[in-house]
């Protein structure tokens, strides 16, 4: 199988993952009422990094700007994340939405190219983050 299928699928795992623990998590409902919409992200998110990285040959900052600019066309323009446009709020929740897509983009990539050891303490970091804005979003909904 080609890296880039692999990254593909991959990356489609962690979006479905970490888009329904970090957005919509218990709130099973919520999440169904949005289909199939939120899929074009799911599967055009690692499609469009796929091409970027294993056909562009993205990588360091090309890559990097890439992925800023992917986040802020969904979380801005498609998903109308008020969190990350809200002072001061904004202050916290910008570079977490960074460690969210950095995880969602980087951590595939690494498992397909074999580089995860090499970047093993970013990995963790992002997953920390990830799983921290789980539990929080799982308890607002929770509350909420």
Not at 21 to 37: E, I, S
Not at 44 to 65: E, H, R, S, T, V
Not at 68 to 81: D, K, M, P
Not at 111 to 128: A, D, P
Request: with cysteine; aromatic share 22%; proline share 5%.
């Amino acid at each position: 199988m080609s890296k880039f299928i692999k990254y593909f699928l991959l990356g489609t795992l962690f979006w479905v993952i970490v888009d329904y623990t970090t957005v919509f998590n218990p709130d099973f409902p919520r999440w169904v009422a949005h289909m199939p919409l939120v899929w074009v992200f799911y599967l055009g998110y690692p499609l469009l990094f796929a091409w970027l990285i294993y056909k562009q040959n993205f990588a360091g900052k090309k890559l990097f700007f890439s992925m800023i600019i992917a986040t802020v066309f969904c979380e801005l323009i498609a998903f109308q994340n008020t969190l990350l446009y809200t002072f001061p709020i904004m202050l916290i929740m910008i570079p977490l939405a960074v460690c969210i897509y950095t995880l969602i983009t980087y951590v595939p990539m690494w498992l397909v190219n074999g580089k995860l050891k090499q970047h093993w303490r970013l990995s963790l970091f992002l997953t920390i983050v990830w799983l921290l804005i789980a539990f929080l979003n799982y308890k607002t909904n929770i509350a909420g």
